[in-house]
């Protein structure tokens, strides 16, 4: 009887042991935009009307690794797939449990409008499956100031904590 009552105390203690999940939601994402408005004469999203969409078009998942260095992401193919049916100039914001890090626009690199003002991402061709976040596109312009949130202190600690900072 001792015996029976040890081995279901064990077995109670065991199965409500719950493994200690640091990275428990926690996720870096890639929202599009539901709504916006662009700061008066530049290419920048005006943070206080932006609205985010229900859903991540990237997805933590979707994030294998970023390099702080490049700033550069590599994504899953369903991801890159995803990024490249994007349009010239699409707003999407990068977030860290949906808390908005930084505002940017999708510009690949046939676009023949600027955008000096933000971070821009593009598909990196020739390194496969990654996005480029730059300032400006084509480049940053000497003396605009782009408020550069690429290697944001908490986003990088994320990344870390998920094995994904290169």
């Not at 702080?68 to 010239?88: M, R």
Request: aromatic share 8%; net charge positive; hydrophobic share 35%.
């Amino acid at each position: 009887m001792k015996k029976l009552f040890l081995i279901l105390a064990l077995t109670a203690t065991c199965v409500s042991c719950k493994k200690d999940d640091t990275n428990a939601g926690e996720t870096v994402e890639i929202y599009l935009l539901k709504s916006y408005q662009l700061t008066a004469g530049k290419c920048e999203v005006n943070s206080s009307a932006a609205v985010l969409e229900d859903a991540a078009v990237i997805q933590d998942q979707d994030i294998l690794e970023y390099s702080k260095t490049n700033h550069q992401f590599k994504l899953t193919n369903t991801a890159i797939q995803k990024t490249k049916a994007l349009g010239d100039r699409t707003p999407f914001a990068v977030t860290v449990n949906k808390k908005v890090i930084y505002y940017g626009f999708f510009k690949p690199g046939f676009s023949s409008s600027s955008c000096d003002h933000s971070i821009t991402m593009d598909i990196n061709w020739q390194s496969e499956n990654k996005i480029d976040l730059k300032l400006g596109y084509p480049t940053q312009l000497s003396g605009v100031a782009i408020n550069d949130q690429r290697n944001n202190l908490v986003l990088l600690a994320i990344l870390r904590k998920q094995g994904k900072l290169r």
